[in-house]
């Protein structure tokens, strides 16, 4: 599989270490982010999702319309809005955008706080068992001829149809993210790739022989995707002194934040039944602020279970090398997202990005080549 590599985009300028600035909505700063991933060499980026945030679908058509060849992964909470409607929202932006361009990120919910926002007051078990249904049915109105009856616990249709499919034979990509049980359950039965954080070289390889093991038992193969912070300098003692500043300034923004601004990113999240997935960084966290040798885990102490945080940090060419240490694990995506947003994407796409795609390009051939020896030996 083709190394992917994924950023985020976001409507407004800030991160945990820089003050937000500008409207909720900024239109230019988004088509100027999505423009400066691509540039950059970028595959797709990620729309994120809160129930707060403005509408995924809505910023990931201004991206695709901003940009010529860009991707989207849009962020989405099942159980809000039916997976028939959504289907026909997906295949129909699809053929609007010169297909081959979209794809679905399915979040269920780790924050019980976020989903009474939006009126979910369900147990995450029950938040686990309804995405499983939605991806069902998700997946049969892209595909099906014919109109189809569904009957679970969550979703009832009859006759259901869509007379838009998707624009391209490649589909809508399934994403998926999530560590607990009944995550892992969902994600293997249902997504075609699963989104991992960056947590240290050990704890990911045994998530990736997990859902390897649960996919195989439903007949099933997914990819994986892992997601990090890299921070670059152009020596590792540069990289290192950039990590503290940006460590005393997100430190800096938390003790000065008011406490209830939906836009503060460095903000601690309440304990409340986090995902597992954030809150096994946490215990990353704990057992030390470095792992495998540059993997950072200050931001992630400091800001709390609230998700993407960990950082490798050093030369483009290290940090390049730390992440395909991952891809060497099964790693075939990577979403980088930066500390300065905009300005990261722009570096990296300089010496990072053609990094990882050069190192990946070397790792296969490398592997093929091993492959065809072993080919030659088991004939003679």
Known sequence: MPIEILGMIATTAGSESTAVSGPVVDAAYVREFSRAHEESGFDRVLIGYSASSPDGFAVAAAALHATERLKVLIAHRPGFVAPTVVARKLATLDHLTGGGRVAIHHITGGSEADQRRD???????ERYRRTGEFIEVLRRTLASDEPFDYEGDFYRVQGAFSAVKPATEAGIPIFFGGLSDGAVDVGAGGADVYMLFGEPLAEVAENIRVIRAAAAARGRTVEFSLSTRPI????????????DRIHAETAALIRDRESGDTLSFARPLQREQNAVSADRLQQAALRGDVHDE????????LTGPSGNSTAPVGTPAQVAEALLKYYDLGVTRFLIRGFDPLGDVREWGDELVPALREGA??????????????DETRVA
């Open 119 to 125: 009126g979910d007051f369900s147990a995450k078990s």
């Open 232 to 243: 670059i300098g152009a020596t590792e003692a540069e990289a290192w002194e950039r990590a």
């Open 294 to 301: 540059r993997l950072w885990l200050g931001i992630t102490k």
């Open 361 to 374: 390009r070397l790792r296969d051939e490398a592997r093929a080549a091993r492959d065809d020896a072993r």
